[in-house]
């Protein structure tokens, strides 16, 4: 569950009497107000995490003491704005609409999603006819997009591809909190695509390097966000259907709460 500055209800009391459990001075009002909202950024910046004031898996994590070692760091995120030489406020809003949120279906599972086309593509490429796998599995073998199970169910799918061909198995996914293409791996400057998904496995901090590279291997990607031009960067991101999800929106609203969250604690 995601709760945000203003949402109502007892999920919100819950979350409260929670901190206030845990030595927080936090009023049960039901309502997650400004300074509900400071308490949990608090409570992300002693542990290490994205200081956005948003409550959600990862901040639970922390309120309820669990480990949280894999989990997106600020540190992080300081470290790609640094790299990308763009403002801190620009890489937390686009961490935040253009993320999954989790990086990890489980312990050391990044997030998948299998493309059944992509690998079609990948065994071509490697001279490897698809259309007798085709015939016998059309759930992860075929010329058209589709075929999707979902959450760990990826990995189902992804392991039937591994038996036909491993590396254009990973190849043909999307991993992590960004979902970058296996296929990427040496545009990105893996030795290969086995070092790639490695490097996926060990944190969402890792991933979102991963994500860092994506964007300075591609000069217009980076100039729009170096601009803040988010309908640009929503473009070439998520395609020409960017605005049925109002992606621009929601990274110009994004950055600006980011913006004023720094100023006024500054």
């Given at each position: 569950m995601i709760i945000r500055l203003g949402d109502i209800g007892a999920h919100v009391g819950d979350l409260q009497r929670r901190l206030y459990m845990i030595g927080h001075k936090v009023e049960q009002t039901n309502v997650y107000d400004q300074s509900t909202r400071a308490v949990v950024r608090r409570v992300q910046a002693r542990?290490?995490?994205?200081?956005?004031?948003?409550?959600g898996p990862k901040t639970e994590a922390a309120v309820k003491g669990q480990e949280t070692g894999r989990l997106l760091r600020q540190s992080a995120l300081v470290e790609a704005a640094?790299?990308?030489?763009v403002d801190l406020a620009s890489v937390m809003a686009v961490n935040e609409v253009e993320s999954r949120g989790q990086?990890?279906?489980?312990?050391n599972l990044p997030v998948i999603l299998f493309e059944r086309h992509i690998f079609?593509?990948?065994?071509?490429?490697?001279?490897?006819?698809?259309?007798?796998?085709?015939?016998?599995?059309?759930?992860?073998?075929s010329q058209a997009r589709g075929g999707y199970a979902g959450g760990i169910s990826e990995y189902t799918r992804m392991g039937v591809a591994k038996s036909i061909c491993a590396?254009?198995?990973?190849?043909?996914?999307?991993?992590?909190l960004f979902q970058i293409m296996g296929?990427?791996?040496?545009?990105?400057?893996?030795?290969?695509?086995?070092?790639?998904?490695?490097?996926q496995r060990e944190s969402e901090d890792n991933q979102l390097r991963t994500f860092v590279r994506f964007i300075l291997q591609d000069?217009?990607?980076?100039?729009?966000?170096?601009?803040?031009?988010?309908s640009t960067f929503a473009r070439l991101y998520n395609g020409p259907a960017y605005d049925e999800n109002l992606y621009d929106v929601k990274l110009a609203r994004a950055y600006k709460r980011h913006i004023d969250d720094m100023t006024e604690a500054s």
């Open positions: 542990a290490g995490l994205v200081v956005d004031g948003i409550y640094d790299q990308l030489d990086g990890f279906v489980r312990d079609w593509r990948q065994l071509v490429a490697r001279k490897i006819d698809p259309r007798p796998f085709a015939q016998k599995y059309p759930g992860v073998v590396p254009a198995a990973f190849e043909s996914c999307s991993w992590g296929f990427h791996w040496e545009s990105l400057g893996f030795e290969s695509v086995e070092s790639f998904v490695d490097f000069k217009e990607l980076h100039r729009a966000l170096k601009q803040k031009k988010w």
